[in-house]
């Protein structure tokens, strides 16, 4: 057995969770830079130094990440001489923002604070950064040996973002479980992939249960215990669970269908400019229990997208009928679906999207 580590997520949840900043802070020098997106920090800002006002930490300043998750902003950041001084880096924002500031950690090995500002997905917990073109084109997963040293998850300030980060969150962390326990059906699993597997069960149960309580939370910009647990699967439990099913570095437990029918779909310009990742996933996550047969699942998730308003049919898309064809044929074909328990076939998923068109 080879030798590994594994290192798990350590985090605060709730809406004072920025007092905790000195003392988990301090520990690892005086200098933070703070770097992200404009309106993430905008709204971290005033807080942050409130809560360190009295402590040994200074904030140098508060830089723009760049506005994509790309190695050319990272060596941008690298070059700036308050990020060479700085002890630690702040990483404030949204998934592309922290995930620059985690891959800017790495390469000049300075510890990494994630501060989320919304609840859409697990950047803040998790151990990997997906890496950009600077156009916005998808370029790769860089993986890393940890997470972030601590996630501040200030609930304060993530329940006044927008409700559709949280209702695409939903659709991209409930696809979690079933694209890990599809993808290792029948398997003699590893401890750190069976742990995931099992992990993954959190991105689903939580959602279904307090989904639709947690977005009306949202709407009225008040915390309630159910947006608190949708929160937490979200960044938290989603964090967990991926960590543990790509140790090998590989995306064969951590992605499935529903990506690769994503993907398919983002082939189109104006996905990307109309739609969020995880409503567009949460459209193949109902194709992927179709095609595996999974009927109490379809239902449950089918009946759940209905409530909140998440994709059910391509016309929520902007397609029709007459895309299946191709859609489907372009899903087939990407790496996400390579190992699976069976062969997932162009006629298998048209059939899948021909069905769902169908359900009244």
Not at 99 to 119: E, Q, R
Not at 265 to 277: S, Y
Not at 286 to 295: A, I, P, R, T
Not at 313 to 324: A, G, H, P, R, S
Request: glycine share 6%; hydrophobic share 40%.
């Amino acid at each position: 057995m080879d030798n590994y580590s594994i290192h798990l997520p350590s985090y605060s949840i709730g809406d004072k969770v920025y007092d905790k900043i000195p003392e988990i802070c301090e520990p690892y020098g005086t200098k933070v830079i703070a770097i992200g997106g404009k309106n993430a920090m905008a709204v971290a800002k005033e807080k942050i130094e409130e809560a360190i006002k009295d402590s040994k930490l200074e904030i140098l300043d508060f830089i723009w990440y760049g506005g994509e998750a790309s190695y050319e902003n990272v060596e941008k950041l690298m070059d700036n001489p308050l990020v060479k001084e700085a002890d630690m880096i702040f990483a404030i924002g949204g998934g592309k923002a922290t995930d620059t500031g985690k891959c800017l950690g790495v390469k000049i090995n300075k510890s990494v604070f994630s501060f989320p500002t919304i609840a859409s997905n697990c950047s803040a917990c998790t151990s990997v950064s997906i890496m950009y073109y600077p156009d916005g084109r998808f370029k790769e997963p860089f993986f890393y040996p940890a997470p972030p040293v601590h996630a501040f998850i200030n609930t304060e300030i993530t329940v006044h973002s927008p409700s559709r980060y949280l209702w695409a969150g939903m659709g991209d962390t409930y696809a979690k479980y079933f694209e890990a326990v599809m993808s290792s059906k029948e398997e003699e699993l590893q401890h750190y992939f069976r742990m995931g597997v099992n992990a993954s069960r959190m991105c689903y149960e939580p959602i279904m249960e307090y989904g639709c309580e947690a977005m009306k939370s949202n709407d009225e910009k008040k915390v309630s215990y159910a947006y608190e647990q949708v929160v937490l699967a979200i960044i938290v439990s989603t964090a967990v669970a991926s960590i543990y099913l790509t140790v090998e570095h590989t995306v064969h437990y951590n992605s499935g269908l529903a990506h690769a029918i994503f993907y398919s779909l983002t082939a189109h310009p104006h996905i990307e400019k109309n739609h969020l990742h995880g409503e567009v996933v949460s459209y193949g996550v109902l194709n992927l229990l179709l095609v595996d047969g999974n009927k109490e699942d379809f239902k449950k998730v089918y009946n759940f997208n209905k409530s909140v308003a998440l994709p059910t049919k391509l016309v929520d898309l902007e397609f029709t009928e007459d895309d299946i064809e191709s859609l489907a044929e372009n899903a087939v074909v990407m790496k996400d679906i390579e190992h699976n328990p069976y062969v997932i076939t162009k006629e298998m998923l048209v059939e899948a999207m021909r069905v769902l068109e169908n359900k009244r």
